[in-house]
């Protein structure tokens, strides 16, 4: 009998260290990333000095060294004191935990903007990563005041949360909606009450129903009739042409539905985000390096822009993914991401000590067709990388 018993236990002891080192952490990259946390938190303190009274950073033009601000409504406030959040749980430097709570003050009248979409992004990643941090009952007052205004733009009809505001008759549904579902989640879970959980699932199965070409890439926009729920037209408005495969969109759809297998385990969800990654690693058009150009099919690749941020998102997306994927696609999606993770720590992509206005990435796709944000730094891009720098540490044990 007591050898069966030690036998269980070794057995036991090499299954939990076989799943301990499903993943292994490359030595040299996480000597990169706790470097890129220590230099990180270095330009964010110079961003800091830069930020005018009551403004939020939008990015910064090397060329000129001149910045864009922003108020609190815009769509990436959140983001700033989101990544100032998360370079507090690494480098402990309370200069940083001091700035973002500052900016989350400045944010918080927001909890109840219905104008807009990207509530998930503002405050989820805002106040939701404070939350993390340490639970406050404040916090989660904002964040389901948060969740109830951006249930406000659902409709039963359309079974869609509403992007834009466009033309009577119009309902506008953007992919990027995706990464708002999160917050909704996060409520049902805190509050007991189903509903934003209910939106968050009928927009998701709605946004893979019509959203999605047979190939699993993604349109940008989609019109609906709004009495309907007829789908009037599909396009885009950031990415090169109607048909094509804007990569920032991809990105924010491989993470999105990611996140929805997370919170539901409907494993529908799962496979649509393996199909949308496979649609991206195999990819003719993808980059060796993991770098994607901002849409993979700009007429001009492979002279054409990279996009920073893309990879940034898809990097923490997959370093997620992998957890849940079969064996193969699971080191495939792992890999790809620690690929991502060293090209972005390149001198390339990440900026010299004191350059850069203080933002981490450069090399940032915003809105090409308006020629607004080209090959800049985005905030976003920021806190993507160093969500999936947080990641790759806690997937490898490190």
């Known amino acids: ?42 330009q964010y303190k110079l961003l800091k000095q830069q930020l005018p009274e009551g403004k939020f950073p939008k990015t910064y033009f090397p060329t000129t060294g001149k910045y ?53 992004f503002m405050m989820y990643c805002s106040f939701g990563t404070d ?64 509903s934003y959980y209910k939106i968050a699932v009928q927009h998701a199965n709605t946004t893979m129903q019509n959203h999605f070409r047979k190939d699993y890439s993604s349109y940008h926009v989609l019109n609906y009739n709004a009495a309907t729920g007829a789908v009037i037209e599909k396009k885009t408005a950031q990415g090169y042409a109607n048909e094509s495969a804007w990569a920032r969109g991809q990105a924010w759809g491989l993470y999105g539905y990611t996140e929805v297998y997370r919170e539901t385990k409907d494993k529908k969800y799962l496979a649509q ?55 193969k696609n699971a080191a495939l999606y792992f890999k790809t991401a620690e690929k991502i993770l060293k090209t972005l720590s390149t001198s390339t992509y990440k900026a010299a000590a004191g350059s850069n206005g203080g933002f981490i990435l450069q090399h940032g796709v915003g809105h090409m067709p308006n020629k607004t944000e080209v090959d800049v730094p985005l905030t976003y891009g920021d806190y993507y990388f160093v969500e999936a720098m947080i990641r790759y540490k806690k997937l490898t044990g490190k």
């Open 131 to 194: 939350n993390s941090i340490q639970s406050s009952a404040t916090d989660q007052q904002i964040l389901l005041n948060s969740a109830k205004s951006l249930s406000t733009r659902f409709s039963p009809t359309v079974g869609c949360i509403k992007s834009w505001d466009g033309k009577p008759g119009e309902y506008l549904v953007i992919i990027d909606n995706m990464m708002n579902l999160e917050l909704l989640f996060w409520a049902t879970k805190t509050s007991g009450d189903s």
């Open 68 to 120: 864009e601000w922003s108020g609190s409504g815009w769509w990436c406030s959140g983001f700033y004191p989101g990544t100032l959040l998360k370079l507090y749980t690494q480098t402990k430097d309370t200069v940083l935990y001091n700035e973002a709570q500052r900016m989350l003050q400045l944010l918080k009248k927001e909890q109840y903007n219905t104008t807009t979409h990207d509530l998930g």
């Open 273 to 327: 985000a393996n199909h949308i990654a496979q649609f991206i690693l195999k990819n003719p058009h993808l980059p060796a390096d993991g770098v994607p150009y901002w849409d993979y099919n700009a007429p001009d690749i492979p002279h054409a822009l990279r996009d920073a941020s893309a990879a940034a998102i898809m990097a923490s997306a997959l370093l997620e993914l992998c957890t849940y994927a079969d064996k």
């Open 1 to 42: 009998m007591k050898k069966i018993i030690t036998a269980i236990i070794l057995l036991h002891s090499i299954i939990s260290l076989s799943a301990q080192n499903k993943f292994a952490a490359e030595k040299s990259l996480l000597a990169t990333i706790n470097n890129n946390f220590t230099d990180a938190a270095a």
